[in-house]
Each structure stands twice: as C-alpha cells, then as structure tokens.
C-alpha cells in the first residue's frame, strides 16, 4: 500500500470529514462489480421476466444508479458529489450461476468516486435479492469489490 494514512482519522484518532477545498478538480472515474448467486430456476425466473415483482434488472439497474447518487446521505464521512455519470451493467453469469453487476460513476472534481460505484453495486445486488427472494431466499450477495479508479492525487487503480 503506498499510502496507509487512514485520512478519515484525525490527529486525536476521532473521524473527521476529509478537507478537499484546496485539491485540484480532474475527471474521475470508479468502476465496481458484485455478484448474486442464485439457483438456476431462479436465474431463468428473471431471464423470462417471470419474477412475481416484475422487472428484476431494470428495476435493479434504476436502484443502483439512484443509490450512486445518495452515497453521501448513507455514508457519514462522504462528500456530496455532483455525478456526471452512473452506468449499472447486469449481466448473467452461468458459472455462478447468477448475475453479475458493474456499476462505474464518473465526475470532475476534487474528490473520488468509488465509494458512488461500491454504493450502486451494493444496492444493484440487493434490490435483485428482493425482487427474488420469493422464489429463493438463499441467494448469496458476493465479491463487492473495486475494479479500477481513474484520476486525483493517487492515481490509477486497478485490481
């Protein structure tokens, strides 16, 4: 790691907001990606559309980038950031089997965005256990993680 300074800590060890008034605004970019794991009915259910509350991906896909957009209200320390993009890609996945979500949010600012493409996986993955979990309540949510992170002082990320 090239930095393990955990900078929502202050001096005292107490959390604090990150100060990022005097940092440059460049573009940034985040990409994440989650996965559900499901039974192979399930995963035919929402192929066909057959789900009892109706459209799984769609309605998923909204959830995800309206979450990306409210990171800041469900994560204390986060900035309010004014997002110039969210995409949510679900795709299925027959070696889970199951779905497998991407989620990238861009912007040009001061501060990054992974937390917005955590966020809009996150919230990808469970509005599609919900809108499932009728006909399988053994779905598993896993692997959220950060795939790439473009721009700011740190650089580029990739997993």
Avoid: W
Avoid at 115 to 138: N, Q, R
């Amino acid at each position: 790691m090239a930095d393990s300074k955990l900078t929502h800590i202050d001096q005292a060890g107490e959390a604090h907001m990150v100060d990022v008034g005097d940092k440059a605004e460049t573009g940034r970019s985040a990409t994440a990606e989650g996965f559900v794991r499901m039974s192979p009915e399930t995963l035919a259910l929402i192929r066909e559309g057959n789900a009892k509350k109706g459209d799984v991906i769609g309605t998923a896909r909204l959830a995800g980038i309206m979450a990306a957009k409210k990171t800041s209200d469900l994560i204390p320390l986060c900035h309010p950031l004014m997002l110039t993009k969210v995409s949510v890609d679900i795709s299925e996945d027959a070696s889970l089997p199951g779905l497998r979500v991407t989620a990238t949010a861009k912007l040009t600012g001061k501060t990054g965005v992974e937390m917005e493409a955590l966020t809009a996986v996150s919230v990808t993955c469970l509005t599609i256990y919900d809108m499932a979990k009728a006909a399988d309540k053994a779905m598993e949510i896993s692997g959220i993680r950060l795939l790439e992170k473009t721009g700011g002082k740190s650089g580029h990320y990739k997993a």
